[in-house]
């Protein structure tokens, strides 16, 4: 188990909390070296849908945000992207749980789109669509720096998914950390334990 840093002891989340999600290497099998182009390339984490459906149970509102320069780059178009994100919707809700939306940065990481994390543009996104979300009160799950950068940009509590010993460099950016989503489900229920 992590150890929580001493202000996250009493972390009390109710429905005012949004979790943000990272997708693929947090929801899906990271394809090492490519993208996860299509649906049939798309495989889901062990568990992960009932760590979801406990956590749509604590969290107001999950999100996804995802960097998806595959598109960019012309390997994979928005319509095979959406066609995942519709299936991880559909497929979330019928074993219990909620993804209020999902948004994702197509550009390429040379063009330093606002979009594109370790910039905010999904959080401002999310946060149009969705006005009563409050960053302070809002938790970025991801597996990589940038996701954490974007996190602790936004102002929101970072949870890094690794099965490896941070680096040092990396403790200012992550607050808390877990082998999995099943495992960081576990905690929020009971944070205190
Ligand atoms: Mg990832």
Redesign the pocket.
């Known amino acids: 188990m992590p150890v929580p840093k001493q202000s996250f002891i009493n972390l009390k989340i109710d429905k005012s909390w949004t979790l943000f999600l990272?997708?693929?290497?947090?929801i899906n099998r990271?394809i090492d070296g490519d993208y996860v182009r299509n649906l049939n390339q798309f495989e889901w984490l062990p568990g992960i849908h009932d760590s979801i459906r406990q956590l749509s149970l604590v969290f107001g509102k999950i999100i996804i945000v995802?960097?998806q320069q595959g598109v960019g780059k012309g390997l994979m178009t928005h319509e095979e992207v959406n066609t995942i994100h519709e299936h991880i919707k559909n497929l979330v809700a019928e074993k219990g749980g909620k993804i209020d939306a999902i948004y994702y940065a197509p550009e390429l990481k040379s063009e330093n789109s606002d979009l594109r994390k370790p910039n905010i543009g999904m959080a401002h996104l999310a946060k149009n669509d969705f006005p009563g979300i409050d960053f302070l009160k809002s938790i970025m799950v991801?597996?990589?720096m940038s996701?954490m950068q974007f996190g602790k940009k936004a102002g929101m509590i970072t949870v890094f998914i690794t099965n490896v010993k941070l680096p040092p460099e990396s403790l200012n950016l992550i607050d808390l950390h877990f082998e999995d989503v099943a495992a960081f489900a576990v905690y929020i229920q009971n944070p205190g334990s």
Request: aromatic share 0%; proline share 0%.
């Open positions: 990272d997708r693929d290497g947090v990271k995802t960097n991801g597996d990589t996701d």
